[in-house]
T-cell receptor, first 108, second 114 residues
Framework: EDKVVQSPLSLVVHEGDTVTLNCSYE??????LLWYKQEKKAPTFLFML????IEKKSGRLSSILDKKELFSILNITATQTGDSAVYLC????????FGAGTRLTVKP | DAMVIQNPRYQVTQFGKPVTLSCSQT?????MYWYQQKSSQAPKLLFH???????NEADTPDNFQSRRPNTSFCFLDIRSPGLGDAAMYLC?????????????FGDGTRLSIL
C-alpha cells in the first residue's frame, strides 16, 4: 500500500522564524513529488520534484527531494503570517497520494 | 484566465436526495479528477478520467458516479447522499502522458447534508 507521511502534523512559529516541513514516502511507481499550500480553498501548487538533490526555489520557499532515502523537505525562511496554511505533500504514482498535511501557524 | 471552475461553491441537499456537482476547465487538460476532502484531512481521490477512460479507486463507494461528456466538463453524481458524505469536493485537472505535470485544482464545492 502506498504511504505518504508528513511531519510534524502541526507547527506554531513566530514571524521571521525558519521552518522545515518533512514528507516521507513508500510507494510503487514513483513519478514525482509535489508540494501544495492549502488555505481556506483548494490546494495551490508550489513545487514539483522529480530528481534527487536539485533544489527548487520560489522566493522564501525551497524544496528538495532525496529519492534514495525517500523523503522531501519544504523550507520556508523569514516566515510571515500569510504563510499560515496547511502544506500538503503529494506523490504522483499515476494517481496522487496525499499526506495528511502539516498545519503551519505563524504568529505575529 | 484559464482555470478550473466548480459549481456551485456551496451545496445543501437532503439525506438520500441525489445531487450533482459540476466542474469545467478552460485548460484543455485531458485528465480530470474528483477528490473528497473531509475536515482536517487530506484530499482523497475518488476517480479520474484520462480522456474518456474512467478510472475508479477501489474504495470509492458505488454511491458515487461520474460523467465526462466532453473534454471541458466533468460531473460528480451522488445517488443517495448520507450524512458521512458531507465534505468538500475538489475537481482537478492535469496534462497526462506528457512528462510529469502538476494538478490544477478548482475552488471546491462544499456539500452539506440535512
Amino acid at each position: 500500500e502506498d504511504k505518504v507521511v508528513q511531519s510534524p502534523l502541526s507547527l506554531v512559529v513566530h514571524e521571521g522564524d525558519t521552518v522545515t516541513l518533512n514528507c516521507s514516502y513508500e510507494v510503487t511507481n514513483f513519478r514525482s513529488l509535489l508540494w501544495y499550500k492549502q488555505e481556506k480553498k483548494a490546494p495551490t501548487f508550489l513545487f514539483m520534484l522529480t530528481s534527487s538533490g536539485i533544489e527548487k526555489k520560489s522566493g522564501r520557499l525551497s524544496s528538495i527531494l532525496d529519492k534514495k532515502e525517500l523523503f522531501s523537505i519544504l523550507n520556508i525562511t523569514a516566515t510571515q503570517t500569510g504563510d499560515s496554511a496547511v502544506y500538503l505533500c503529494a506523490v504522483d504514482v499515476n494517481d496522487m497520494r496525499f499526506g495528511a498535511g502539516t498545519r503551519l501557524t505563524v504568529k505575529p | 484566465d484559464a482555470m478550473v471552475i466548480q459549481n456551485p461553491r456551496y451545496q445543501v441537499t437532503q439525506f438520500g436526495k441525489p445531487v450533482t456537482l459540476s466542474c469545467s476547465q478552460t485548460l484543455n487538460h485531458n485528465v480530470m479528477y474528483w477528490y473528497q476532502q473531509k475536515s482536517s484531512q487530506a484530499p482523497k481521490l475518488l476517480f479520474h478520467y484520462y480522456d474518456k477512460d474512467f478510472n475508479n479507486e477501489a474504495d470509492t463507494p458505488d454511491n458515487f458516479q461520474s460523467r465526462r461528456p466532453n473534454t471541458s466538463f466533468c460531473f460528480l453524481d451522488i445517488r443517495s447522499p448520507g450524512l458521512g458524505d458531507a465534505a468538500m469536493y475538489l475537481c482537478a485537472t492535469s496534462i497526462g502522458g506528457i512528462g510529469n505535470q502538476p494538478q490544477h485544482f478548482g475552488d471546491g464545492t462544499r456539500l452539506s447534508i440535512l
